[in-house]
């Protein structure tokens, strides 16, 4: 079953407000990698992390990599109605190079 | 400019049919993936394929099959379409190894099985 979950699955903010998603896997991963998908498109890359601790920003968006190499968080900082989208967190495990295990992703509505 | 198509973006097929859904990368990735997305799952990974002829299951194989006879060609199959296989299908593919090896997805299939 799916071993990769995410919470909150949908979140509801006031544009300006910050929004954070929490991604937790059942086990190691060599890597995790962040995509957004926005209302009836396809995901889209917007990052991969490695490293234990890691943590790398994308203007208003910060990513963090767990010590432990099994959870991940996004946090997006004064949210904006571009910012509208299920944002999906996928992990390769360690030993299964190359098989993207995809989370069950967040949905964020932003209210004008 | 990188692509990833898939043959049709919205497919309705009966029960018990047998459904094919195609998807050609033109990036020349070792690389390619079946999911399937419904609300509350995600994006389930179905079978995976790292090179010409070669696959893996993933975690909801059951009821599919695939075929890579080509390198950017990636087909999955549904044996006997049943109703609880009506989902969005997404096919993506990916270089092999190194660093920042993004998946690329297609627009994505809408089949419904009546």
């Known amino acids: 079953g799916q071993q990769v979950m995410q919470i909150p699955q949908y979140q509801h903010v006031q544009e300006g407000e910050d929004f954070t998603t929490y991604c937790n896997s059942s086990t190691t991963l060599s890597n995790i990698q962040w995509y957004k998908q926005r209302p009836g498109g396809h995901p889209v890359f917007l990052i991969q992390l490695v490293k234990s601790g890691e943590v790398k920003k994308q203007k208003r968006l910060t990513f963090q990599f767990g010590e432990a190499k099994k959870n991940s968080s996004l946090h997006i900082t004064a949210t904006q109605t571009t910012d509208v989208g299920t944002y999906f967190c996928a992990g390769e495990r360690g030993g299964a190079t190359n098989k993207l295990i995809f989370g069950t992703g967040t949905l964020l509505a932003v209210q004008p | 400019d990188v692509k990833v198509t898939q043959s049709s973006r919205y497919l309705v097929k009966r029960t018990g049919e047998k459904v094919f859904l195609e998807c050609v990368q033109d990036?020349?990735?070792?690389?390619m993936f079946w999911y399937r997305q419904d609300p509350g799952l995600g994006l389930r990974l179905i079978y995976f394929?790292?090179?010409?002829?070669?696959?893996e299951k993933g975690d909801i194989p059951e009821g599919y099959s695939v075929s890579r006879e080509k390198k950017e060609r990636f087909s999955l199959i549904l044996e006997s379409a049943s109703t609880n296989q009506t989902s969005m299908y997404l096919c993506?593919?990916?270089?092999?190894?190194?660093?920042?090896?993004?998946?690329?997805f297609g627009q994505g299939t809408r089949l419904t099985v009546v």
């Open positions: 990036m020349d990735h070792e690389n």
């Open positions: 993506a593919s990916r270089r092999q190894g190194g660093w920042n090896t993004e998946a690329f």
């Open positions: 394929s790292y090179d010409v002829k070669m696959k």
